[in-house]
Each structure stands twice: as C-alpha cells, then as structure tokens.
C-alpha cells in the first residue's frame, strides 16, 4: 500500500473532499474543502475525480515521506511552494514523488487554504458518506482527527498515465462579492442594506473554517435581530446584535436564529475563503439568475481546465497560446508581485 508519512504540518491541516451531503436535516454540517477551485483543479492535475479527498492546509504547509510510492501531487489554491526532494513543482503542474522522497508544501504566502491532491485520493475511511474532517461534529479524517505529525495516510493508487499540466489556468471573479438578498433582507432597514452593499468590511481575527465575523460598520435591522431558527446554506451572511455580519462556510451550524441579509453566490466563496484577517471586501447584489449564470460559468470554466490538461514535457504550441486568455481575471491589485495566482499548482 503506498502511504504518506507525516513529518510535519500546521494545526490548521485536514483531509478534505467534496463534502459530506445529505445529513443537514440531522444537523451534521457539510465540511468540505473551503476552496473548491483548488480541490477540483489539484484532483484534475493528479488524474482523480474533481471531489476526491485530498490534504488541505491552513496558511501553513507541511512535509510528508512517501513510502510504498510512487504517489503522483498537485497542489493549488492560496499561493505556496510545492517541492519533491527539495526540487521546485512548477505552477499548474502535477509531479511523481517515488518510494522514500519527500514532498514539502511551504507557508502561503497570500491567502489561506492550499489543497494537496495525490493519485487515488488519500484513502481514509468515510463517514456519513464523506472522507472529510469536521471538527466541531468528529467526523472524518484519519480516526476523526486533524492530519498530526506521525500519522500515515492511505493512498488510493499509484499514479496512471504521464505527469500533467494545465495549460489553461483556472479564473476566478474579481472586484466586490455577489451576493442574492435574503432570505430575511426584510428584518433590515434601507440604510441597513445600503450600508451592507455600500461599505467596505474586513475579515476579523475570528475567522475559521465554520465562518469569518467581518468588522465595519454596523448593519441597522428593522425588526430585531432573532428569529425563528432556520436553514442555513454555505455563504449564509447572518447580521447579530452587533450589527456586523458573519459569513457561515464548510464547517457551519445547519440552523441559526440571526437574520440573513444576503448570501455569496456560491462561484465568489472560492475567492472569499481565501481572505486572510484585515482583508478589505465590498458586496454588490445580484439577482438569483445572475447567481445561477454565475455557477454555470464557474463549471464551464473548469471543464475548459480539464480540457486543456497536457502531459507535461510536451510544451506550449503558438496556436493553443493564440486561442487562450492567460491574463483576463487574474489582475489583483492586492496580490504580491511576480507570483502565480491562487488556485494555480504552486
């Protein structure tokens, strides 16, 4: 069985997988990977299944011995350093670690959640359906705990086929968060709604894989601020007594009894889950059509990755060069200097 030994990691390292589906009326959370641009696009990179179980880090990274290899990686989302034996993975490119390498994942550099995909998926048990760890609920993840140092973790398969790269990177929206109103815009004034969408917020240093609390000024309600406890999706941006809004990701709550102003469409929580504690954002609102337009491109745009997977070795022809958008949706004032953008293979 080909397995990766676990050296080193930050607290914050999960296995993660597409999510766990089907349990919320029984208050059990989906989970899942926080950005799920970078699971899909890692998996893609490695040969798996777009929602298969991979490693997911928190700002720090990791290092790992394969053993019983080879084992084939990607690794995508926040921006970060992928080396086999010490020798640099380029962007947007899978590599083959053999029997006894090590595989080094450094800290982000920019944003938070960098997902490590291996050939096979990391083949530990399900639970309830899904591979991925939930902390609050003790589910998933290798004997339903957090990746630790000293602990092996299966490995699906060895690796099919060559080395891969995308020669079309993976785009992500830009400027203000979309976002549809409701399902209770209706317990906020008009100058509560307009502060929310006229405002910029921040990303507060109480931000976890449940939710981020975002500071900035305080959202006005117009009929309390409880309700009768209802559902509550992934980017459910809920307004308590303080007036400033949480926004609920992988690892909420099923039901809450704050007001929800709004919530992120589900193509910008890729993005947003990538903000770090001070992060400026805006929102702008849009209508559920724009919203579910929003979606399809987001799978279109994947599907336009998956296609454009080239073994690596094989180069950049002029023509494919010509037919393709390499900088549109990539410019991001905030970002560092001369780095590949989040999301790609680093």
Request: aromatic share 6%; proline share 7%; hydrophobic share 45%.
């Amino acid at each position: 069985m080909i397995r990766l030994l676990v050296k080193d990691c930050g607290a914050g390292t999960t296995i993660q997988d597409g999510g766990r589906f089907g349990y919320q009326r029984y208050g059990v959370g989906p989970a899942g990977a926080m950005d799920r641009i970078a699971l899909a696009v890692a998996n893609m990179l490695v040969g798996n299944a777009p929602g298969e179980a991979a490693i997911e880090f928190t700002v720090l990274g990791g290092s790992f011995v394969v053993e019983g290899g080879p084992a084939r990686v990607a690794l995508a989302g926040a921006y970060a350093d992928l080396k086999i034996d010490g020798e640099a993975v380029p962007p947007l490119t899978s590599a083959t670690a053999l029997d006894g390498q090590s595989i080094t994942v450094g800290a982000a550099r920019a944003g938070t959640f960098m997902v490590l995909a291996v050939s096979g998926g990391v083949a530990v048990k399900t639970d309830l359906g899904s591979r991925s760890f939930h902390l609050r609920g003790g589910l998933g993840g290798l004997d339903r705990s957090p990746v630790r140092p000293g602990q092996v973790l299966p490995v699906g398969g060895s690796p099919q086929g060559p080395d891969l790269v995308a020669t079309v990177p993976p785009q992500v929206s830009a400027g203000a968060f979309r976002v549809v109103l409701g399902p209770q815009d209706d317990y906020f004034t008009p100058a509560g709604i307009a502060t929310f969408l006229g405002e910029t917020y921040r990303v507060s240093a109480e931000a976890d894989r449940m939710g981020y609390r975002l500071n900035g000024p305080a959202i006005e309600h117009g009929k309390g601020f409880n309700i009768v406890s209802d559902g509550i999706v992934t980017g459910s941006v809920q307004v308590p007594g303080s007036g400033e809004p949480i926004v609920l990701l992988a690892d909420r709550q099923t039901t809450g009894g704050y007001p929800k102003i709004a919530t992120i469409v589900s193509a910008d929580l890729p993005r947003f889950v990538q903000q770090r504690p001070g992060g400026e954002m805006r929102f702008t609102a849009v209508t559920l059509a724009e919203a579910i337009a929003a979606a399809r491109e987001q799978a279109a745009m994947l599907e336009a990755v998956r296609a454009g997977l080239k073994p690596v070795g094989l180069g950049f022809d002029t023509e494919h060069l010509l037919s393709v958008n390499l900088v549109d949706g990539w410019v991001d004032a905030n970002a560092p200097p001369a780095e590949p953008p989040l999301h790609s293979a680093a």
